[in-house]
């Protein structure tokens, strides 16, 4: 998809290259620099446009990224299960939901600023006609359902965050928020509040254990690179926007406990040597540094590996400990 395919169902018609540019810039700044009059642009036609425009585009690779790092009997549940879009904005997420599972189910969009909403309709009726929006909280919905937070949480607070989720009380929930520490902070608290309640982790803790870091200066590094159309990546210099390597909390939970995996969570990639990669792995609620050799491996898992981002799970023997504590692995298939 590209931009040019969303024009007509936006609800102010940029005048020029230049006026979506100047728009995207604007709202980039609010996330990042002017965080003060952050909502300000809800109630803006023009930045609500420019927000779909770009959001739109890249949350849709975003979303499918994230969902290769979850157990695949988890990716077929939620492709089948009832999506309610929390804070959805003009529904970006919902957008990329339908666009990966082409579910016909209804879908649920909670949201306050009419200006979102207004959006959202306009974007959905322009793409799909065989599946309902419907804008309101769900009452009673067959089957299985899942609460989708995309970087709205951050927004909304932990409080009512936690109070949508007790009045919704669906099977499933995923957040794909902001990758920063202070995001994190509101995560662990989410996090734990569930826990103690009848939640379980799906990604990215093997456990429903407490956090390691929760009283460390850090966050939980996730990434995906995705290298967008010419066209967008040409949008993303021209505003200053790097949305190449998208860092990311994405955290999921189910009400089922059949979904936990035992794999351990790539934290943080060191540069690798001439011998080895060097990586952090956090498992069963410890951190390892943990070091790959790269003998025994061929050309082409040499390179994946060289890829490799925080954020992908891994199973894995230990070979050797070293000095300090740190871990010689093998991969495991
Ligand atoms: C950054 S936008 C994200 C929109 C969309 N989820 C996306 O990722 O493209 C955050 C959205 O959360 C909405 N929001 C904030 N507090 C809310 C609340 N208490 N209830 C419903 N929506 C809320 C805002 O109106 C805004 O549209």
């Known amino acids: 998809m590209e931009i040019k395919d969303c024009l007509p169902y936006l609800l102010h018609q940029f005048k020029s290259e230049q006026d979506v540019f100047d728009a995207i810039a604007e709202i980039s700044a609010k996330f990042t620099t002017n965080r003060e009059n952050i909502s300000d642009y809800l109630h803006d036609e023009r930045l609500v446009s420019a927000y779909t425009l770009y959001y739109l585009l890249t949350n849709i690779p975003k979303f499918e990224g994230v969902l290769k790092w979850l157990p695949e009997e988890f990716v077929n549940e939620l492709k089948n299960a009832t999506f309610i879009d929390m804070g959805a ?38 793409f799909f006609t065989d599946s309902e929006l419907i804008q309101n909280i769900p009452s009673q919905v067959d ?26 009380n669906p099977t499933h929930i995923v957040f794909l928020e902001p990758g920063t520490k202070d995001f994190f902070k509101k995560m662990l608290l989410i996090r734990d509040r569930l826990l103690l ?35 967008l990546e040409r949008v993303g210099q021209k505003v200053g926007i790097n949305r ?18 035992a794999k351990a969570k790539l934290m943080r990639v060191k540069d690798e040597t001439k011998f080895s990669f060097e990586w952090v792995l956090c498992h069963n609620e410890q951190i390892y540094e943990v070091q790959v050799m790269k003998r025994g491996l061929n050309k082409a898992q040499i390179k994946e ?8 799970l891994i199973d894995y023997q230990i070979e050797k400990v070293l000095e300090q504590g740190k871990l010689r692995i093998k991969l495991l298939p």
């Open 89 to 126: 904005g003009p529904g970006t997420f919902s957008f990329a939901f339908k666009n990966w599972s082409h579910s016909s189910k209804a879908i649920y969009q909670v949201e306050l600023s009419e200006a979102m909403k207004k959006q959202a309709r306009l974007l959905w009726n322009g």
């Open 197 to 231: 309640s009848t939640w379980n982790q799906v990604y990215p803790c093997s456990s429903n254990a407490q956090c390691p870091i929760k009283d460390k200066d850090d966050w939980c590094h996730q990434y995906i690179h995705h290298v967008h159309t010419d066209e």
């Open 305 to 312: 590996l060289s890829q490799a981002l925080a954020g992908r």
């Open 143 to 168: 089957g299985p359902t899942v609460m989708f937070f995309g970087h709205s949480a951050n927004e909304m607070g932990v409080e009512t965050t936690l109070r949508y989720i007790e009045r919704i």
């Open 244 to 261: 190449r390597f998208m860092s990311m909390t994405f955290q999921v939970f189910s009400n089922q406990n059949v979904f936990q995996t």
